[in-house]
């Protein structure tokens, strides 16, 4: 069975560009979920999709985050501009539904703004 | 709101010596509760997890953790460690009224010869 795919696994911006990340859930897995890692802490949910819909994004800066799922498959998470506190790793995870499932992650996407 | 606290950033060990990995939660709800292992520049593997029952749970790779509800722990624990068990361990919880995993700020397990 094959696992969560993110892309890129690294990337290096300037502050105030902007960034993309994509993620590809396993597939039938209904939940897919962002969560920001900051060095030294433990992952924070960002934003949790549950097909296509948005279950809970309370803890997305909305002024300059954003994420999309089409379809119900794949999702993208857009960073514009970015700010020096934005550098972290983005994990991106499925389930295959909500509540205490368990959550199956993909490798993450190291990104570092300068 | 529910809250995670790992106690210890970091823990060296010798090889097949026992260790154990250090959680403590507060919820005024059930909660669920998990370990999640990291290693270098992987994603997060689930280890093992407390839904209901039994309050000694066994993992993989020979992980096991008891839940505690008195003393709202739950501790990871491994008889004997191995060189391949240095990675980061972290506890996190869920409950239904947040509806999303809390996860603790992790502990660094190092594992030495």
């Known amino acids: 069975e094959a696992g969560v795919a993110q892309s890129p696994r690294y990337k290096i911006i300037e502050k105030r560009q902007s960034v993309a990340f994509w993620c590809n859930p396993i597939?039938?897995?209904?939940?897919l979920y962002w969560y920001q890692q900051i060095l030294g802490q433990g992952p924070k949910l960002l934003i949790q999709f549950q097909n296509n819909g948005v279950v809970d994004d309370s803890q997305l800066p909305k002024d300059r985050f954003s994420a999309e799922r089409l379809k119900g498959v794949d999702s993208t998470l857009k960073i514009q501009p970015a700010k020096l506190e934005d550098s972290a790793v983005y994990l991106c995870?499925?389930?295959?539904?909500?509540?205490?499932?368990?959550?199956?992650f993909g490798p993450g996407t190291r990104l570092t703004v300068l | 709101a529910q809250s995670v606290t790992q106690l210890d950033s970091q823990v060296p060990v010798f090889e097949e010596a026992p260790v154990e990995l250090r959680c403590n939660y507060s919820?005024?709800?059930?909660?669920?509760l998990f370990w999640y292992v990291q290693y270098p520049n992987q994603g997060l593997q689930l280890l093992l997890k407390?839904?209901?029952?039994?309050?000694l749970v066994k993992g993989i790779n020979g992980f096991e953790a008891e839940f505690n509800k008195s003393q709202t722990s739950f501790h990871l624990r491994k008889p004997s460690v191995h060189i391949s068990d240095t990675a980061e361990y972290f506890c996190a919880v869920f409950t239904g009224g947040g509806n999303k995993l809390t996860f603790g700020t992790g502990t660094q397990l190092k594992v030495e010869l």
């Open positions: 597939s039938g897995h209904a939940t």
């Open positions: 407390y839904l209901s029952g039994s309050t």
């Open positions: 919820s005024s709800v059930s909660v669920y």
């Open positions: 995870a499925s389930s295959l539904d909500r509540g205490y499932n368990e959550q199956f």
